[in-house]
């Protein structure tokens, strides 16, 4: 069984300052760990993942994001926020050598300010 | 490449009419999937295939019928549409490897659909 959860439904953050997306999962096993990003009226599209080494993964526009296993956590950071980074953001699991169905969390509103 | 594409990008049908979405794919996946996305709900899975011709049931697959007839088209079909259908439906695909569950999904950008 996998499950995730992204205990925020909504991240307040001024422009220029960091910002941090929470996750946090459950798997049986060995996770693959995803984070995708929705604009308005989009389809979700590709940041970054992790898959096996380095703890901490690099993705697309600045984005990064810390494997943490002790605990199980993969949240989703930028040094300094930008007003167009304002978007619906989803962590996915897949376990390693398991089901390669994602299950998705619900989804964090990331809101940057002015 | 396109991508993933999907068509139509909205529509709205009367309950009991039926209807059929296409999505396509021109990056050659083996792996592709239906998407239903409501408010506060994330994304739920209605409906997948591993393959050319082969489909499985998803979490929400009820009311949903899929074919995969070509490795490149992916369909979802309402038989009899109802007003909890109202959704916006994503498609997705994705490449498959030998450790199977590492790649990522390529999501196209969806159809609003509203049943009155």
């Known amino acids: 069984a996998q499950s995730v959860a992204q205990p925020e439904d909504q991240v307040n953050v001024a422009e220029g300052n960091p910002l941090t997306v929470k996750c946090t999962y459950s798997v049986s096993g060995n996770p693959y760990l995803f984070w995708y990003v929705q604009y308005p009226n989009r389809g979700l599209q590709f940041l970054l993942k992790y898959i096996t080494g380095d703890n901490l993964v690099k993705g697309s526009y600045g984005f990064e994001a810390e494997f943490n296993k002790s605990q199980t956590s993969f949240h989703l950071k930028k040094p300094s926020a930008l007003v167009s980074d304002s978007a619906l953001y989803f962590c996915a699991v897949t376990i390693r050598g398991g089901s390669y169905i994602p299950t998705f969390g619900r989804g964090t509103s990331l809101i940057v300010h002015p | 490449n396109a991508g993933v594409t999907q068509t139509p990008k909205f529509r709205v049908l009367k309950t009991g009419q039926s209807m059929t979405l296409l999505c396509a794919q021109d990056?050659?996946?083996?792996?592709m999937y239906w998407y239903r996305q409501d408010p506060g709900m994330g994304l739920r899975l209605i409906h997948y295939?591993?393959?050319?011709?082969?489909?499985a049931k998803g979490e929400v697959p009820d009311g949903y019928n899929v074919s995969r007839l070509k490795k490149q088209n992916f369909l979802l079909g309402l038989e009899s549409a109802a007003p909890s259908q109202t959704s916006v439906y994503f498609c997705?695909?994705?490449?498959?490897?030998?450790?199977?569950?590492?790649?990522?999904?390529?999501f196209g950008p969806g159809t609003r659909l509203t049943v009155l």
């Open positions: 295939s591993v393959g050319e011709g082969t489909t």
């Open positions: 990056m050659n996946h083996e792996y």
């Open positions: 997705a695909s994705s490449y498959s490897t030998v450790l199977a569950g590492d790649n990522e999904q390529f």
